[in-house]
């Protein structure tokens, strides 16, 4: 019952964290009025490397949607597109934030700076292999938005917070927990992740295709709780995007694949490099 109590309201307590933090979030990007989407206009590969990552690094499903609508648009570039997802963490970063509030901040300026290197890194490949990308790439247009309090109250934080979102964050972060929990108590989990920290990288990396938030937060738990090295963390970081690809998803597959594919081997590379270094 002491177990049960504790995942419950350590669930409860990252829950609310994430609502408010999303909530937050949220209120930046609507009033704003998706003006971030207009600095990427004509711009040059460079400084879309800088902006998309530094809105891919933003927490939660904002930066990933928005940098996929501006890819399909034809406003940033694959490696851009690819970059940003590589600084994204999805909804995890709020959990992340909640969990190791004092190492968050710097683990989202590396993956900024990840984000910027891959994706100059991944434009290169796709020029030298001369991969086709963004074939379908349509015209961009900017809707205006209702931002009435009711519509506000009713879309924004019901609609997509609450049932969008909020839900599946505490459905994962209790399953997440309960399994660190268990495997603690019974199954011997220290044993196993000093004796194949390893392995996890790879795990970590795999995990990371899913493009949905939630599977990866069992990571941040493990980090967290010191079982697994830095450089585990940040390979699930990097490879994983929450869902922010699944609107790419449902407009190119191959693109998607693509982009999965090369986050996934520069996660690996990068997570070996530091792992093999002692992080």
């Excluded at 049960?4 to 909530?23: G, H, P, R, S, Y």
């Excluded at 969008?164 to 505490?170: A, E, N, S, T």
């Amino acid at each position: 019952m002491d177990m049960i109590k504790e995942i419950l309201f350590e669930t409860i307590e990252i829950t609310f964290f994430v609502a408010v933090m999303m909530i937050a979030i949220d209120l930046m990007n609507v009033f704003s009025k998706g003006k971030l989407k207009l600095l990427l206009v004509g711009s040059n590969k460079v400084k879309q490397y800088f902006i998309s990552s530094f809105i891919g690094a933003i927490p939660g499903c904002f930066g990933g949607f928005t940098n996929v609508s501006l890819y399909i648009h034809g406003l940033i570039s694959f490696g851009a597109l690819a970059g940003s997802m590589i600084a994204s963490s999805g909804d995890e970063a709020f959990v992340l934030i909640a969990m190791v509030p004092d190492k968050a901040f710097y683990i989202f300026m590396l993956l900024f700076f990840l984000g910027v290197v891959g994706g100059f890194l991944a434009d290169y490949i796709v020029k030298k292999l001369k991969v086709k990308i963004c074939i379908n790439c349509e015209e961009f247009v900017i809707h205006e938005h209702e931002l009435s309090f009711k519509h506000y109250i009713t879309e924004h934080i019901f609609n997509h917070v609450i049932k969008k979102h909020l839900w599946k964050i505490f459905v994962w972060t209790l399953l997440a927990l309960t399994i660190v929990h268990l495997s603690l108590e019974y199954l011997h989990l220290e044993r196993f992740t000093s004796q194949y920290k390893i392995a996890f990288i790879f795990i970590a990396a795999l995990v990371g295709l899913i493009p949905e938030s939630g599977p990866h937060l069992i990571f941040i738990k493990l980090f967290a709780d010191g079982l697994v090295p830095f450089s585990v963390l940040l390979t699930s970081s990097i490879v994983q995007d929450g869902h922010g690809m699944l609107p790419l998803l449902s407009y190119s597959v191959e693109d998607s694949i693509k982009v999965k594919l090369f986050n996934f081997i520069f996660g690996l590379v990068i997570g070996l490099t530091l792992f093999f270094a002692g992080f």
